[in-house]
């Protein structure tokens, strides 16, 4: 899987890379398919003066795209918040995949004919 990770207005320290890919951890741990994914860690500071920790995630799979993104006072909690989303997302696109609503043909029964007269 091809990772990308980057900080906006944001030093991205040896801490903070290990925690994001120990977190994306989790996410392989559901589904296999991931092509890639790329992630960015952003400070906002337009509207507060204490500055909004953003964490956003677009991860490539086979035919899609997921995009998440969160925000928490914590740069930490941020990620934690968005590897759940990201998490529940890839999960839900799986069981669409897989399953596709109907039983196979071969599994199903035939259905009674009723005797002609």
Known sequence: MNLKISGHHLELTPSLREFVINKLERVLRHFDQLIGAEVILSVDKTKEKTG??????????????????????????????????????????????????????????????EPLQ
Request: charged share 35%; hydrophobic share 35%.
């Open 52 to 113: 909004r920790q953003v964490a956003s995630v677009t991860v490539y799979l086979k035919g899609k795209e997921i995009f998440v993104e969160k925000c928490d006072e914590d740069m930490y909690a941020a990620i934690d918040k968005l590897i759940d989303m990201l998490d529940r997302k890839v999960i839900q696109y799986k069981d669409k995949v897989q399953d596709h609503g109907r039983e196979a043909l071969k599994h199903q029964q035939p259905p009674e004919q």
